[in-house]
């Protein structure tokens, strides 16, 4: 019988990665940036640790989807703000309405870019891309 004022032990750290799991949610950082932020995200919190690919990867596609939400953010609420501006307002609100789609479509693009990359073995950066994260 175990004395109850003993700690449990401590948590162990999770055991790396095999070659193909590591290149598997290598992939899926960047093909879950189809959705922005959330995948991205959260297979870099519960991967970056057990395999050199998935961090790397994970790192590079979390930092391109915090950019494009960040984007999609401030333009939601340029449009917003000049949506209320008589005459011209309601164009230039329509125009950056346009430049978000334009937004979410670069993103879907280079999401599925950069999943076949690393899917297909290798390594992907997006051509326009601050990085938050190092």
Known sequence: MSDPIESPSAPQPAAPLSAEDDKLWASLSHFGNIIPLVPALVIHL?????????????TEALNWTINVTAAIIVLNVLATILGFIPFVGGILGLLVGLVIWAVVIVNLVFAIIGGMRVNGGGSYR?????????
Do not use: A, L
């Not at 519960?46 to 994970?58: N, T």
């Open 46 to 58: 519960v991967f970056k640790d057990r395999g050199r690919q998935v961090r790397q990867e994970s």
């Open 126 to 134: 997006y051509p326009i891309n601050y990085r938050w994260i190092t």
